[in-house]
């Protein structure tokens, strides 16, 4: 009966294994708060890019996107690379639109360090040529960067589920 005490005792301890030496390390998942003012800062850009596009105005949207060979732009799998591309096409869409109602909800903000942020939106937008309207509902990603005291995106990747019709 003692040899079945001290084997028993003896598996215990080994299946609990060894104690750890030193404090308990964070868990490596796990980010500090966003600050109060990087989320207020970067939803405002938000609301910037919603309204310049809103109003199909590729001055108002240029205020909001990096205006660097390293911008990325990727809509439904197409990418785009480079301000002067992404102003290209912004601009043909702009001409050729009519009407651009784009509803952004549930923004979330998360920092990335002091200098990067990242924003998603549940969207739906709306935009016409005064014969074909379409309509879309889907996810945005806007990565911003800290430049001086602006916040500028650097990568959007929109997506929506394709239409049933």
Known sequence: MTRLLIVVMMLA?????????????PALDVAPP?????????KQRVEQYRQGYEV?????????YSQTDDLRVTTQG???????????QLTQFCAAMQTN???????TVISLGDGGAV??????RRYGDGVKTVEETGTLTLVF?????????????????PSSG
């Open 13 to 25: 301890g080994a299946a609990c294994g060894p104690k750890a030496k030193g404090p308990a390390k």
């Open 34 to 42: 966003t600050p109060a003012e990087v989320v207020t800062q970067v």
């Open 56 to 64: 199909r105005s590729v001055d108002a949207l240029a205020q909001v």
């Open 78 to 88: 197409r990418t785009s690379v480079g301000w002067n591309l992404v102003k290209d």
């Open 101 to 107: 109602k784009l509803t952004l909800d549930d923004v």
């Open 119 to 124: 924003a998603t939106a549940q969207v739906r």
């Open 145 to 161: 960067r800290r430049v001086e005291k602006d916040w500028k995106i650097v990568a959007e990747h929109y997506s929506y589920a």
